[in-house]
């Protein structure tokens, strides 16, 4: 849906958050959730919602009918990995979240001139967000036409159970 993400992504801890707009959020997630668990109306899966609190303003649009773009990744869960598959590790050493055994751990820029190359089915990225395993996958693609999909572990290690 984004296929071009920024290079860095801010944080509420970095750029803050005005707490009545988490709440106008909070409420309307609270109704989305009670409009799926009583069948009312249309499902806000597939559904992109904003919410402009400087504009007082709500917007949003669909996109379950979308088509994925062509040469995009896909993002898989854990659980999802095959025997088969060049699993990678890009977080640092020590950084929360699942843990996953079998998985290379590498940053980002080794993969600008790799010294080993994937030698299973298909590219397995991981990192807490999904955002340097795409990047990474980008760098890859530029040397590798294999099949890459990418996974984003959160910080919970409970992710990891399927």
Not at 70 to 77: L, N, S, T, Y
Request: with cysteine; aromatic share 6%.
């Amino acid at each position: 849906m984004f296929p071009d993400l920024p290079d860095r992504l801010g944080t509420c801890d970095a750029e803050g958050v005005l707490g009545p707009a988490v709440g106008v959020i909070g409420s309307l997630q609270a109704q989305m959730a009670l409009s799926v668990l009583a069948g009312l109306g249309r499902s806000p899966l597939g559904q992109i919602v904003t919410f402009d609190g400087a504009g007082h303003r709500f917007g949003g649009f669909r996109f379950d009918a979308a088509p994925e773009p062509e040469g995009g990744f896909a993002f898989i869960a854990p659980p999802q990995i095959a025997a088969g598959d060049w699993l990678v590790d890009l977080r640092a050493e020590g950084e929360p979240g699942p843990v996953l055994p079998a998985a290379l751990r590498r940053s980002v820029t080794d993969f600008d001139h790799l010294d080993t190359r994937p030698t299973g089915r298909r590219a397995v990225l991981a990192c807490r967000s999904g955002l340097r395993a795409w990047a990474a996958a980008r760098r890859l693609r530029a040397h590798w036409p294999g099949e890459i999909a990418l996974i984003a572990l959160g910080d919970n290690p409970e992710t990891s159970k399927g």
